[in-house]
């Protein structure tokens, strides 16, 4: 039995990937990330990006605030400048031929990633690889795209967020003006397949489809019949594949939360799915997602605000509707224990 609460500051978060930044957001200037409360500078240098805590060893500075200058990252207080590596290769106040303190070295975590449009950053090394964010969902093909939602900052825990995200009973309760029209009834039974530190549960479920065209025009009902497929990915991603039965098309969703300290995270989504090279039909859909977010975020801060979030499933009632938040919180505890 596992005991415990997880945090946004769990030591074992550590030891796994986390995003930090959106790749757009890394350009000409450094950019400041915070993961488990620790803070990291973030640079692009002609070999990729980088990242060092951020904290000059001089006067601990923030280098966040510094700026890239002739492929080196220069402190905005003192001048002093730092290669890729982190090695101090320039201090403005000696002569070019003092020596420079072997303590003057950034710290750096131990793996640094830019992939699926994101920064990824993993402060020791990783007992997993970097989420697959796409697992057997087409990328290409016609009209098919994936569309960035805003990224968002909440004050959160962030297994919380998670386990709302894999949680189907509440869609009529706090979904009722989106997604959740249909009413309250029985969850179907999930099929769970667990591998690893991650799992995917299948289930199929009624719901109101005020997206589809057809329904606006009176060709189709609203109620339509949708396949849900989750996978969860320790410690903090989930994704969701939606395949609309009735209305013959699917839509692709990533979850994925970077816990910034105790108290606060940045929450990275994203929606892939047919249509969405059209721009008009992109910002609709992420508009439309948005809105459905904004009803958990109300949810967040009206009900679940400052909970824990404990690891033994025993510490919480649950029944057979909730099987995937109970496998979440099995998956969860084995990955921050292990």
């Known amino acids: 039995m596992t005991s415990g609460v997880f945090t946004n500051a769990h030591p074992a978060l550590a030891q796994f990937w986390h995003p930090v930044a959106l790749s757009s957001q890394v350009g000409r200037e450094p950019v400041a990330g915070r993961l488990g409360g620790q803070g990291w500078a973030l640079a692009r240098f002609s070999g990729g990006i980088a990242a060092f805590a951020d904290a000059c060893p001089h006067r601990r500075a923030r280098l966040s605030a510094g700026q890239i200058t002739g492929g080196t990252l220069q402190c905005t207080y003192h001048g002093w400048r730092f290669a890729p590596d982190g090695s101090c290769v320039g201090i403005p106040a000696l002569e070019d031929t003092a020596a420079i303190p072997e303590r003057a070295m950034l710290r750096r975590p131990a793996e640094v990633a830019d992939q699926d449009g994101m920064v990824w950053l993993a402060p020791e090394p990783p007992r997993a690889p970097i989420p697959d964010l796409h697992p057997g969902v087409p990328l290409g093909g016609d ?153 958990d975020l109300d949810l967040q801060r009206r009900a679940l605000s400052g909970l824990e979030f404990p690891l033994d499933p025993a510490a919480e009632l649950h029944t057979r509707a909730d099987r995937v938040s109970v496998e979440f919180r099995r998956v969860l505890a084995a990955a921050v224990s292990g």
């Open 143 to 295: 009209g098919i795209a994936t569309v960035f939602l805003p990224v968002l900052q909440v004050q959160a825990n962030a297994a919380i967020l998670i386990d709302n995200f894999l949680d189907e009973a509440h869609l009529p309760f706090v979904h009722a003006a989106t997604i959740g029209g249909a009413g309250p009834e029985p969850i179907p039974r999930a099929d769970v397949d667990r591998r690893g530190l991650s799992f995917t549960a299948v289930r199929e479920h009624t719901f109101t489809n005020l997206a589809d065209p057809a329904v606006r025009d009176g060709a189709r009902p609203a109620v339509q019949r949708r396949r849900m497929t989750y996978r969860y990915q320790a410690p903090l991603t989930a994704t969701l594949l939606l395949e609309y039965l009735d209305a013959e098309g699917w839509q692709f969703l990533t979850f994925t939360v970077q816990p910034e300290d105790e108290r606060m995270c940045q929450v990275y989504q994203t929606v892939t799915g047919p249509g969405l090279t059209d721009p008009e039909q992109a910002a609709s859909t992420a508009k439309y997602e948005m809105s459905i977010f904004e009803e």
